[in-house]
């Protein structure tokens, strides 16, 4: 074993001493970077619409707009509760009040004098029974008799846009980690071509003096691991740090910092193997370019 | 053991530097490869270290035919082959000891074999005191004879040595040829390329000429 | 021209490789420079091209003292010395005519007077056919006479030449020897450190042997 | 004159091999392209922020607010009409109609049915002679008198705010080309004290030979000049297809794309000196770097 892993370890080829001026470390580094925010922010994204949609499913809002012919308010929203609370599977429906309404609006009409005056909507909040299901469309048409123009949502527009939205971020993370994997790729299979021409006479020799390819392969892999390694260690701690930031900095001063990204643990397990996986494809190019390169010659 | 059948030689578009060579060496014999500088030494040598395959003829070399050969076969033949360069290519970021190694780490040996057997070898050839210098701390004839214990470190079946003893005195270029010698008696067939005519005049051993890219054989003091 | 006033040398921690060595060569002499393998020969002409500072002792050299000499100054005085590397240090991706131009270009030759003048010499020393050839593609002889051919283009005051006939047959040596000789005649001193001692027996320059660290005069045939 | 020629690009160190694995170019593009980008973006800004403030220096806006007490809007409107049409300096004063004013409204109170019966504030459009100045504490307080309220407007505010983000923004833009200046040269330094240890023998050889250190120091700067310059013209080529991309896309398919951003004669030819300067930077820096490498060398 201890055998094994001197062979393993095996430098014949001076490949550290070049590749101090190796670009390998850099270009990993940048790209897990990338990897690493593209992850987190996807992941993030992806958790809080999950979360946001579970909170929405089981809820509906009915809206009854401003009176138009002069009917009482009141009087139509009372008849519409009393529909609401009358249909199965409807665990609670409550109206919001004047001033939350005002509120909801605030941030699109502004502060100003006039808003008390304005005729507003009203609306209601329903939460359905856990696991109720309710035939929108009739409830619907009940609530159309009981009160005209009432309008019922169950936040399917946003519920779709959500999900379009996490499916979406997940789909371009994704995309960003291939194209980080194949630039990676590239870049380790082009510095090893380079390192096989710089040592060129070297692998002569070792071939000659009766070196199997693989004996040689071994060593550019293992050059390839370690600087890819240490390159995504460095592009995954920046990352972290800047994630740490700005998380610091949304909570100001009460908050853990990743939690607040609600990453679960499968999901940080995900960002943490990003440098083994740069490594792994690193060491995986560095041998197939390796091998490829030495079967041309003699 | 090595057979060549109107073997030819030519790098890329100039003349032929080997033109139709043929002879056959038995195994176990030993021969001295002489000729001008720029005779074409060197590349008949590297012929037979399958470094390079001649434009045209035959090469036999320890029962294989080496235009047949399958690539993957050929690091088992070259472990059977020792190689002394004219160069000596050592790898300079290795200290002596490591260099000598190789060949035997590359030929999956076990660690605690190597050392002891690399360091008895350079003990012998007089570098018992630099086993851990690197190459570039190195005298001429230290480096030389590095590069001639790293060649027959494995015993190999077939030796060739290109100028082994162009940078080393009279002296130790006497105890080098008794190495080979030694080899030879135990079996190695060897082969050595030299300008040192007294060494040559010295041995009994036969001469293969190389001129004008033809070689002819001259037998001495009435050996094969 | 030359002079070694008790001078030493050591590497890093370990023994002095040349001790208290004091010698005088008068400008226009011719010595060998004998010794075993690694007895300091090469390390003895590393401090005479300035690559190299004593551990201790003097060294004046074309009439300067090389301790209180400033970097600035040292370009001007290299070119004046010629140097034959024992491993000949030819830049790979430059043709043979290109390192042989390297120290007239160095010194900011003009182009015209370069390439005649290059050419000349290398066909002098047979290698009028791979002007254009890179060091790789040269035979150990070949890329020898590369060497020396650059180290004497500037027809240096001094000349530094390590193993310089190591790799050709004797037939170049003695070629070489002459050129060496030549450019003696016209005033340049010369020192070879070689072991080959056929060359140096034939010759009638007189010997510096290195023994120990320390250094030995030998006349010759009633030479100075 | 070819003779220095030949000595300039004279190449004994085999520099240019072992800097196809450089990632000076890469570098250096990469920077190039952010400055690009950065400093189009600021010159817009500030050349935006110029034009609208020669637009607005020359106007006053006149506001009457809400009537308070119920004094007719239309009397204080003429009232205060009267007064800056008799105000030396003032070349025009035209009401702004009240459709025009609930347009301007109207993104930030949304299109709702109980806009037209909202009350409006009235806005006069004052438009002042060429050279002219006009008191603006005297018109203030005569118009106080007419019309009490009334509010002018000088937009003061705005030129003010205008002019610190034009300068904000060319301050960034100052530091960030700074900052990639500063990137450049460490990147070529780095690049250079590796490939001066890359080619320690041959430099050594070279100083045996009797070359003095600018002799060394000149094949270096050489090479760093092309790398800079190569990757700098790459930079800016990439910086100026995403510009001409963003022209076309913002003003649709009838526009000349530099025009759009606004830039002017020099404000070009500062942007294309980036690569120039680059390779500047990078042959300073590499001629600096070697000179002070070699002089640490015996
Ligand atoms: N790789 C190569 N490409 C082109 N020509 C080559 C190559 N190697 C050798 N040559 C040429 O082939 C000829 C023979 O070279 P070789 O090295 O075999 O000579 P040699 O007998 O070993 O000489 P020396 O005694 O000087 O080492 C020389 O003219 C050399 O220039
Ligand atoms: N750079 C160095 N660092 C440490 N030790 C060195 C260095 N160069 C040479 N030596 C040691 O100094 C001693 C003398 O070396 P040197 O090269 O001068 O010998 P030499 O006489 O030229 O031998 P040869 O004839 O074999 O070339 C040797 O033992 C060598 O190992
Ligand atoms: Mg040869
Ligand atoms: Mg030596």
Redesign the pocket.
Known sequence: MRQRLAGLARRDLALARSDRRSYVPGIVAVLVFLATLALVLALTLAGAAGRFQAGLSGTLTVEIPVPAGGQAGEARLARALEVLRQTPGIAAADPLSREHIAGLLEPWLGKFAGLEDLPLPQLIDVRLAPGATVDLAALGARLETAAPGTNVDDHRRWLVSLQRLARLAVGLAVLIVVLVAAAAAAAVAFATRAGLSVHHDAVDLLHLIGAEDRYIARQFAHEALILAFKGGLAGLVAAVAILAAIAFAATRLDAVPLPAFGLTGGDIALVAALPLAAAAIATVTAWRTTMRALARMV | MVRFENVGLRYGLGPEVLRDISFELAAGSFHFLTGLSGAGKSSLLSLLYLSRRPSRGLITLLDRDLATIRRTELPALRRRIGVVFQDFRLLDHLSALDNVALPLRVAGAREDQVRAHVIELLTWVGLGD?LH?KP???????K?RVAIARAVITRPRLLLADEPTG???DKIAVRLLHLFEELNRMGTTVIIATHNTGLVARSHHPELRLEGGDLTRHARRGAA
């Open positions: 630099h210098a570039a701390t190195l005298s001429g004839g230290q030389q940078n080393v005195d």
